[in-house]
């Protein structure tokens, strides 16, 4: 059974991932696209909070990044 902590990790990346890949299939922008479809599955790979938080995080940002 998951941690409660890493249950609200993940369902803030989801909710933060679902606003992603609305955006990007609106603009048919490809990084949030992918971006949202990332936050919104990883979650149900990974275990550890400490290492969701971090691929939730640099997920996150890597829009601001990464132009195409």
Not at 34 to 63: E, H
């Amino acid at each position: 059974m998951p941690e409660p902590t890493t249950l609200f990790i993940g369902l803030l990346f989801g909710a933060i991932g679902f606003g992603y890949f609305l955006y990007g299939k609106k603009q048919k922008k490809l990084v949030p696209l992918i971006c949202g479809i990332t936050l919104i599955t990883f979650p149900y790979f990974v275990d550890n909070p400490w290492i969701a938080l971090a691929i939730g995080t640099v997920t996150s940002i890597l829009p601001y990044f990464i132009q195409l």
